[in-house]
């Protein structure tokens, strides 16, 4: 099986190692990229890493191709929308009816599209840090027994953290496409974290009266048409002194990216205007990027914070 120049030692993280290479016997061409990419990370990064590893191997098992494949697919179509972005400055589609035409109602794009979005949590370390801010930073700074709302999971894996957390009464998830609650549905039941959230099918524009003392929005916000109108709609979800875990990449485009904006603080402005304060916030450029030279470059930055209402 190929194996990036940098070995990983499958002693010590044996599902990330079995996954590198079975990802490389699909997609030839990322040996360099995950060179540069597993070969400057610290112990403690491989360690998250094989941690990460684990749970999707237990996830893909039986379908390992599938999601591979399904990996690769999104890479082409990612090319595909960056090379717009970088021609034009802007975003391929503007509003929700043509993302949710060409995206959220194709049942086989959508579920290609999640499980390759599953995998960008192993490979792309923009998604691998905002996953461990999330396992490492928000969880615990919740209070003991949470309710906890994920709006759009999507693959599930950051609702599947949530449902496994003994300190989480109870969990929900809602998504405006059938696809990815059945992809959400299909992690939750792979990863058993003792319970199953109550999944509805939900456009968050019509939520039902309800409140939450824990809120994700993770990768959505830039979904949206109106995203002051999001905001506007997630505020009253929050319980007094609720806590809402927002992550936004910018200059990120995708085939139903919507709204940009193009700095990390231009982000905490638009959130602090929406009547947020907050708590910590959390960079994370490319895989194999610069903060700095992200942020002069205006490339893509995971933009990650722990919010509560001001
Ligand atoms: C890119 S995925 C995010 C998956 C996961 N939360 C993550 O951070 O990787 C975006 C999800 O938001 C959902 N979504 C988009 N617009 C929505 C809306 N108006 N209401 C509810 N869900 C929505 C999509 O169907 C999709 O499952």
């Not at 309710?147 to 969990?171: K, M, N, V, W, Y």
């Not at 993770?218 to 009253?236: F, G």
Request: aromatic content about 10%; proline content about 6%.
């Amino acid at each position: 099986m190929p194996q990036p120049a940098m070995q990983i030692d499958p002693s010590l993280f044996p599902h990330l190692s079995r996954l590198v290479s079975q990802q490389l016997a699909v997609y030839p061409e990322h040996a360099k990229l995950f060179d540069r990419r597993f070969g400057g990370e610290s112990p403690e990064a491989l360690a998250h890493l094989e941690w990460l590893a684990r749970k999707v191997a237990k996830l893909t098992a039986g379908a390992e191709q599938t999601f591979l494949q399904d990996y690769r697919w999104l890479c082409d179509r990612q090319v595909e929308e960056e090379l717009y972005f970088r021609r034009t400055g802007r975003y391929r589609l503007d509003t929700f009816s043509q993302a949710y035409e060409q995206v959220y109602s194709d049942a086989a794009y959508m579920t290609r599209y999640m499980n390759g979005l599953l995998m960008t949590q192993l490979w792309w370390s923009n998604h691998t840090s905002v996953m461990a801010f999330f396992r490492n930073g928000y969880l615990p700074s919740l209070g003991a027994d949470y309710s906890h709302l994920e709006i759009g999971p999507g693959h599930g894996l950051f609702l599947a953290l949530a449902a496994e957390d003994q300190r989480c009464r109870t969990a929900t998830g809602w998504d405006i496409s059938a696809a990815s609650i059945e992809r959400t549905r299909h992690a939750l039941e792979s990863l058993d974290p003792g319970r199953m959230p109550d999944l509805v099918l939900q456009d968050l524009f019509a939520s039902p009266t309800a409140q939450f003392d824990s809120l994700v929005f993770s990768e959505v916000l830039e979904h949206m048409e109106n995203p002051r109108a999001a905001l506007d709609a997630i505020r009253p979800l929050l319980s007094p002194g609720g806590r809402l875990f927002l992550n936004m990449p910018i200059n990120s485009p995708a085939p139903d990216h919507l709204f940009n904006v193009e700095t990390p603080s231009e982000l905490r402005s638009f959130l602090e205007d929406a009547g947020f304060s907050v708590l910590e916030e959390h960079l994370a450029p490319a895989t194999n990027q610069k903060l700095d030279q992200s942020v002069r470059k205006k490339l893509t930055i995971s933009c990650a914070y722990i919010l509560e209402r001001s």
